[in-house]
């Protein structure tokens, strides 16, 4: 079983910056592949960004790739999320995820571990 605690969330102005923090409770978080997913208001949950278990490879959704850069430190079990030049429809509730396997999927029934998430308000 793996605790996860999202963690930064709050109000921004459209292009300002935020950062996330997700602290897992494992002792074993290095061999998790972890990711990030949101959930905007009456929409599904989508999928963001993940990076694998060692950091070398990460995998980010086309709506942010530029803008958000993931990163993880192994020694302290958390795993964060810079999100800059921030825009309105980045509205969300933020979840971090983990997932067990290595193998790369953008589908959040496959994740096995969820947190409770943070929101982020971006105000145009």
């Known amino acids: 079983q793996v605790q996860l605690v999202e963690s930064g969330g709050g109000l921004v102005q459209a292009g300002g910056s935020l950062r996330l923090s997700c602290a897992a409770s494992?002792?074993?978080?290095?061999?998790?592949?972890m990711g990030w997913f949101r959930q905007a208001p009456g929409k599904e949950r989508e999928f963001v960004v993940y990076?694998?278990?060692?950091?070398?490879?990460?995998y980010y959704a086309d709506s942010v790739k530029g803008r958000f850069t993931i990163s993880r430190d192994n020694a302290k079990n958390t795993v964060d999320l810079q999100m800059n030049s921030l825009k309105p429809e980045d509205t969300a509730v933020y979840y971090c995820?983990?997932?067990?396997?290595?193998?790369?999927?953008?589908?959040?029934?496959?994740?096995?571990?969820w947190g409770k998430g943070t929101l982020v308000t971006v105000s145009s």
């Open positions: 990076i694998s278990q060692g950091g070398g490879s990460t």
């Open positions: 995820a983990a997932r067990s396997s290595s193998s790369i999927t953008t589908m959040r029934g496959l994740w096995d571990y």
């Open positions: 494992r002792r074993t978080f290095s061999s998790y592949t």
